[in-house]
């Protein structure tokens, strides 16, 4: 019976860890697949680290893991595919949770989480958005990381490939947006 017992466990045990490999494979793989993308996400820090070498614009989705309408952005809008290489051509595209914990250091300043209410926020965040925390809310840095424009609220692709080429061309500079929304052609397809 002892004899019994012990390939028992043997067996209950191997089965116990295939089990938890086979199920933290799949979860390293399921999270590796919502890491990997068209866009080349990168984190804030990362940007400002790659202006140092090679200017370019910063375009910063500011999210929220609970925000409904910031994960549609990202399986509707993001994903397409002319739009990502256009985000990750012309901008260094930076992914920035509003209510992250970890500090942020920028122009000698560190940015911290605030604890309020149930959850909290970012100072980050809440400086590039102006103090109106609302999400999803897109944020435009210039190439010296002076704000261009922040944008409130779900984009769809035809909106938000106007929006990107507006000001991922330097067209804001010169053009109205009226003027830009006559002419432009999307490429869409």
């Keep these: ?61 500011v999210y929220t893991d609970w925000c409904g309408w910031c994960k549609v952005m990202d399986k509707n809008t993001f994903s397409q595919a002319d739009i990502a290489k256009y985000l990750n051509e012309n901008f260094y595209p930076v992914k920035l949770d509003a209510e992250q914990e ?6 000698g300043h560190t940015f911290k989480f605030v604890p309020s209410g149930r959850r909290g926020y970012h100072q980050l965040a809440a400086s ?9 809310t897109v944020v435009f840095l210039d190439e010296d990381f002076n704000m261009i424009q922040p944008l409130a609220g779900y984009q769809k692709p035809e909106q938000f490939e106007r929006v990107i080429k507006f000001i991922g061309g ?20």
């Design 1 to 61: 019976m002892r004899r019994l017992m012990k390939k028992e466990l043997i067996y209950i045990s191997t089965i116990a860890l295939l089990l938890v490999f086979v199920g933290s494979s799949a979860f390293i793989n399921e999270a590796d697949t919502v890491e990997e993308g068209p866009v080349n996400w990168m984190s804030f820090e990362e940007a400002v680290e790659k202006s140092k070498t090679e200017k370019k614009k910063i375009f910063i989705d």
């Design 102 to 107: 970890e500090d942020i250091e920028f122009r």
């Design 170 to 189: 330097d067209h804001y500079k010169s053009t109205t947006w009226e003027e830009w929304v006559k002419e432009f052609e999307s490429e869409l397809n």
């Design 128 to 136: 590039l958005l102006n103090n109106k925390l609302s999400y999803p």
